[in-house]
C-alpha cells in the first residue's frame, strides 16, 4: 500500500479552495498571520450565525473597500472562523461584523451593525475622536434601553485593527514551569490597571504601564491576562 506523501498545509488550503485570491484559511493561530504571498484571518466565536471580514483604506472609511463573507460551511472549524486573503500586506485595515442571537438574559449581544476588533490585534489606527458611545450594540434612547438592538452602523467612527508583521523574537525565554496550584494569574484591563495616580507609573493606562507597575511586581504574577479590547463569544 503506498503512503500519501505529507504537503504543506498552505497547498493543501489552495488545493481545497475555490478560488485563487481567496481561500479556507487555516483556524490556527488565532489573529492574523502572513503566508503563502497572503495573510490568514482566524477569530474565535462560538455562537456566532455569521462573520463577515472588511478590509478597509483608510482609518475613517465607512464603507469597506473589500467585504468577504465566511461560510459557515467552509470558513469554520470548531468555534474558529477562518480565511486566507492573497496579496494583503503590513498596514493593511480591517475590522469584522459578526451576527448572532441577540439575547441579553442569556449573555448574547451580537450585533450586525457594529464594527468589531480583532481581539489580537497588534496594531489599531487612530481616529481621534473616538465615539465610545456609537460602540455599544443597543439603543440608549429606547424604553428598553440595552434589550433594544441598535441600527447604527459606526463603522466611521470606530478604529480599525492594523495588520503588522512583525514576529515576536523570544530570545531564548522559557516559561517559570510553576504548577498550577502555585501559579499567580491576573486578568485584568489594559487601562484601568495603571490609570490612577497612584499606580505610580510613567505611561498610565498603557500595555508600557502595566509591565513596569510596582503592584503588579510585588505580588509575584506569573502571568497577566489582559482585556483590552471587546471580544466576540
Not at 2 to 28: C, F, N, W
Not at 64 to 74: E, K, M, N
Not at 173 to 184: F, G, I, N
Amino acid at each position: 500500500m503506498m503512503k500519501t506523501p505529507q504537503r504543506e498545509l498552505h497547498d493543501y488550503i489552495s488545493e481545497i479552495s475555490g478560488r485563487a485570491d481567496i481561500r479556507v484559511g487555516s483556524p490556527l493561530p488565532l489573529g492574523t498571520q502572513e503566508r503563502g504571498g497572503g495573510v490568514n484571518f482566524a477569530i474565535f466565536s462560538r455562537n456566532a450565525s455569521r462573520v463577515r471580514l472588511e478590509l478597509f483604506d483608510h482609518p475613517e472609511d465607512a464603507a469597506p473597500a473589500r467585504a468577504i463573507d465566511l461560510d459557515s460551511a467552509r470558513n469554520r472549524t470548531g468555534d474558529v472562523w477562518h480565511v486566507w486573503v492573497k496579496g494583503i500586506g503590513p498596514g493593511q485595515l480591517y475590522a469584522y461584523r459578526v451576527d448572532g442571537p441577540y439575547e441579553p438574559s442569556e449573555g448574547h449581544r451580537f450585533n450586525f451593525n457594529r464594527l468589531l476588533l480583532d481581539p489580537l490585534a497588534t496594531a489599531i489606527s487612530r481616529l481621534p475622536p473616538w465615539d465610545f458611545a456609537s460602540a455599544r450594540g443597543y439603543d440608549p434612547s429606547a424604553p428598553e434601553q440595552d434589550l433594544a438592538l441598535s441600527k447604527l452602523d459606526n463603522s466611521n467612527s470606530m478604529p480599525k485593527c492594523v495588520f503588522v508583521n512583525e514576529p515576536f523574537e523570544w530570545d531564548g525565554d522559557q516559561p517559570p514551569r510553576h504548577p498550577w496550584s502555585k501559579t499567580v494569574i491576573y486578568e485584568t484591563h489594559v487601562r484601568g490597571f495603571t490609570i490612577h495616580p497612584s499606580s505610580g507609573v510613567k505611561h498610565p493606562g498603557t500595555y508600557r504601564g502595566i509591565g513596569k507597575d510596582p503592584l503588579f511586581r510585588r505580588t509575584g504574577g506569573d502571568g497577566c491576562g489582559i482585556d483590552a479590547r471587546a471580544g466576540v463569544q
